[in-house]
Structure formats: structure tokens, C-alpha cells
């Protein structure tokens, strides 16, 4: 069984810098896998294992996702091997960038039985290239999957995933034909701690970069997000004010508060 593993690498948001004007600069931030591609890892080892398969992890991006430290970070986590796609025009690229890129990346990579991807991106999580990324691929495509099961005939290889989505007032359980692709929840599992022998194993897996051009895409591809301006909240100081009285009461006060501040 041949899994690949779409993971966003991003700079830390731990690491981000208030200037004094209240801009913020994620210069000095170090990268890193996105936490809700963590699962997505996790869930592709524990799927490949059992039936002697191979995972891949596929990642695409400026520069800076070549990164040595952060490239042991994510094979120490269970994939086999790790593929890149490098370049600085995927710095601010759009959804529909970002998994035409993808998609191409998983067509060259040959045969695969299943892609999985995190429900969204650590930064920007807008939820939507594992979707656009089934569509290009033409595969089965659903998100929400909060647990996935192998259904084996005997004798034969893995070829129908049952899969759990957890949806906002009820559970759906499918049955769902391979190759496909996943978007998997953020508690379909808890991701696993790397030893040390599996940091240590880590540096001699196979890690491929490749550039755009590499990839014989159909044209460019076309699709940046644009960001005006951020900026952190103003911090202001709470003014305490307890208000006393029923809930009818409290309430009333509440409104003849808020129109005395000008807030309503």
C-alpha cells in the first residue's frame, strides 16, 4: 500500500514578532510541520505498516521548507521517504495553486493508493486543497474523516478504506473505493513522539527536491494571495465592571451600559 502524506510546513506562530507599531514579522521564525498535518502523518503510518506499505511525505514551498532540522523532524515521524517541491513563487500561493502543484507531484511520484491531508494549513487553514487536490486527481475525495479502517478480501491487497466523518450532529460511516483522497480531523489520533532511534534513522531516509519545472506542469502555475497588511490587537485594559441583579436585570443594565460607552 502506497500512502502519500500532504504536510504544510509554515513559520512557527510561536515565534512571531510585535513590532512597536503593531506589525507583526515572522522573520526570525523558525518552520515547521503544521499541527493539523501532524495527524495526517500519523494516520498514513499507521495504515502503511500493517500491510508492509510505504509512505511518503510530500511537501511544496519557498526555500526555507529545506531545511535540514525540519526535514529530520518529519521523517522521524514514520514516512519512508520525503519529497519537496522548492520554489519562491509558492510563498503566498493560493489553494488552487498550492494542489495543482500537489497533484502533479503525485502523479510523478507513480502509483498511489491513497493521499491524506490535514483538514487545513497551520497558517492561513482555509480547508480546501485536499478537496481541490481529489477533484485534480479525479479520486474519491471527502474530508471530516475521523477514522479510517483497511477492509481486505483474502488473500488480495487493500482496496476499500471504511472511513468514519465526523459531522457537526451526526456520524457518517462510508465505505470508500482506493486510490483516494483523505482529509483527515485533527482527532483521528494522537501523533507519536520520535525516539531517539527514529531521529537517528531519520537522517539516512531518502529525502528528493524538486523544482517546479520538474514537474512538466501544463503552463505556470497561476494563483498568489495577496496580504495588505497585519497587524496584532490593541491591548486595552479591561475595565471590570460587575453588574449585579437577576439575569433580566443584569441584561437591562448591560444595554444601558454599552449605549453609555457608545459600543451599541
Given at each position: 500500500?502506497?500512502v502519500?502524506?500532504?504536510?504544510k ?38 495504515l ?32 519512508d521517504?520525503?519529497v ?15 494542489a ?79 486510490p483516494?483522497?483523505?482529509?483527515v480531523?485533527t ?54 465592571v460587575?453588574?449585579?441583579?437577576t ?18
Open positions: 500500500m502506497n502519500v502524506v500532504c504536510c510546513l509554515t513559520p512557527d506562530p510561536g515565534d512571531l514578532e510585535v513590532r512597536s507599531d503593531g506589525t507583526i514579522s515572522l522573520d526570525r521564525a523558525e518552520w515547521s510541520i503544521g499541527n493539523f498535518d501532524l495527524q495526517a502523518i500519523e494516520a498514513g503510518v499507521r502503511a505498516q500493517p500491510a508492509a506499505g510505504k509512505v511518503t511525505a510530500l511537501s511544496a514551498g519557498p526555500r526555507p521548507i529545506q531545511n535540514s532540522k525540519l526535514k529530520k523532524d518529519i521523517l522521524s515521524r514514520g514516512p521517504e520525503l519537496l517541491v522548492v520554489d519562491e513563487s509558492l510563498r503566498m500561493a493560493d489553494t488552487a495553486m498550492t495543482r502543484v500537489l497533484a502533479q507531484a503525485v502523479r510523478k511520484l507513480g502509483p498511489v493508493d491513497l493521499v491524506l491531508c490535514g483538514e487545513g494549513s497551520a497558517d492561513l487553514y482555509f480547508q480546501q486543497v485536499g478537496l481541490q487536490l481529489g477533484e485534480m486527481l479525479h479520486l474519491p475525495t471527502l474530508n471530516a474523516v475521523s477514522k479510517i479502517e483497511l477492509i481486505q478480501d483474502a488473500g488480495s491487497s487493500p482496496n476499500t478504506l471504511r472511513i468514519e466523518r465526523s459531522l457537526e450532529d451526526e456520524l457518517e460511516i462510508l465505505e470508500v473505493p482506493l483516494a483522497v483523505l482529509s480531523t482527532d483521528i489520533n494522537q501523533p507519536r513522539l520520535p525516539t531517539m532511534m527514529e531521529i537517528l534513522k531519520a537522517s539516512k531516509k531518502t529525502v528528493t527536491e524538486w523544482a517546479l519545472s520538474d514537474l512538466e506542469l501544463d503552463g505556470s502555475p497561476q494563483g498568489q494571495i495577496e496580504v495588505l497588511d497585519v497587524r496584532a490587537p490593541v491591548q486595552v485594559q479591561r475595565k471590570k460587575m453588574i449585579p441583579g439575569p433580566e436585570e443584569a441584561a437591562q443594565a448591560l444595554v444601558g451600559y454599552l449605549n453609555k460607552e457608545g459600543i451599541l
